[in-house]
């Protein structure tokens, strides 16, 4: 193996492991939200988009209804939309390889290739593939362990799993509130989703922070 | 079918068909400045208002509970840089010691 070769497997398996080991918080705050292990695992396999998930289950354990789980799950999900579109003129997929492109297309895989650039195409589809495939066998291992973790805990209060799940949002959030702008968004919209949530059905006061963004993103 | 099911279904069935339609569309669709843009806001306000009601309310009911003290601890994780897996554990072990103490 070359020695670029080698720094491409290297940054993946880094990422893959570090990455891959969040699955044991989203195990276990599906199961704390109600969630079963089996639809926790599930989550991970077939949605594999950790916001998403984290969002879907975060909705639904504050009441919401199967709709405001999904419809916030999927505006989280719309970036996976545009790393596609970053990742398919470098990748040159089709049939079946296009799927399971597709399927691991998220954050870090779409980081790490497009971080070894300079390393030639080759390197930008090895850091894809290997990334993906990476973070999606840890982060599904780990969710499995998290979730039966989890279920063996019983009152899960008492192991601080209520506020592990606010804390992974906001571990999410914090890299990307690069500016007075960003963070003036994100302490708005916490605001008016707490405002809003003794008025409005649960999980609409979450969705509707979504429209905050859409208007001051147009507007800008 | 229950909630659960529904949700863990339907989200997946989204999620992917977000993911393949990227690999799939021309992609002037999705580049024009102003989509990148309300793309990069759209995470910030759905995860800020998800730590807000996740640490302040119990279903359709606001509260202040030991929630407040993981939360906070968090943050001085996180002003601290401490990797993502620290934030999370130090915001269960705060709380979980205020709850069984408290």
Redesign the interface.
């Known amino acids: 193996m070359s020695k670029d070769s080698s720094a491409t497997l290297r940054d993946s398996l880094s990422v893959s492991i570090?990455v891959g080991?969040?699955g044991v918080?989203f195990g276990a705050a599906a199961v704390a939200n109600?969630?079963?292990v089996l639809?926790s695992c599930?989550?991970s396999l077939?949605?594999?988009?950790g916001?998403?998930?984290?969002?879907?289950v975060?909705?639904?354990?504050?009441?919401g209804?199967?709709?405001s789980?999904?419809a916030?799950?999927?505006?989280?999900?719309?970036?996976?939309?545009?790393?596609?579109?970053i990742?398919?003129?470098r990748?040159k997929v089709r049939g079946l390889r296009?799927?399971l492109?597709?399927?691991v297309?998220i954050d870090e895989s779409t980081a790490v290739a497009l971080g070894q650039e300079s390393r030639g195409d080759e390197a930008v589809r090895k850091g894809f593939w290997y990334t993906g495939i990476g973070v999606f066998v840890f982060w599904n291992l780990f969710t499995l362990a998290g979730a039966l973790g989890a279920q063996a805990m019983g009152d899960i209060?008492?192991?601080?799993?209520?506020?592990?799940?606010?804390?992974?949002?906001?571990?999410?959030?914090?890299p990307?509130?690069i500016g007075n702008f960003?963070r003036a968004?994100?302490?708005s919209?916490?605001?008016?989703?707490?405002a809003m949530?003794?008025i409005l059905p649960?999980g609409l006061?979450?969705?509707a922070?979504?429209f905050?963004?859409?208007a001051?993103?147009?507007k800008? | 079918m229950t909630v659960f099911w529904i949700a863990t279904l339907g989200t997946s069935l989204v999620a992917f068909a977000l993911k393949y339609s990227g690999h799939s569309v021309p992609d002037r669709w999705l580049s024009h400045p102003k989509i990148q843009r309300v793309n990069a806001l759209i995470p910030i306000a759905l995860l800020s208002a998800l730590v807000a009601v996740q640490s302040f309310s119990e279903k359709a009911k606001l509260m202040v509970d030991q929630r407040l003290v993981g939360l906070m601890v968090a943050i001085i994780a996180l002003l601290l840089r401490a990797p993502f897996p620290v934030v999370v554990l130090s915001a269960a072990v705060s709380s979980a010691a205020v709850y069984r103490w408290f």
């Open positions: 570090t080991a969040y918080a109600g969630f079963s639809q599930l989550l077939l949605t594999f988009s916001a998403s998930q984290f969002a879907v975060g909705v639904i354990g504050a009441g209804s199967a709709l789980g999904i916030t799950a999927s505006l989280l999900g719309v970036r996976n939309s545009l790393y596609g579109v990742m398919a003129p990748l296009r799927i492109a597709a399927q297309t209060r008492a192991f601080g799993l209520d506020s592990a799940v606010p804390a992974a949002f906001l571990g999410l959030v914090w990307r509130l960003e968004l994100a302490i919209c916490a605001i008016f989703a707490i949530t003794p649960a006061p979450i969705i922070t979504a905050i963004a859409i001051m993103g147009l800008k």
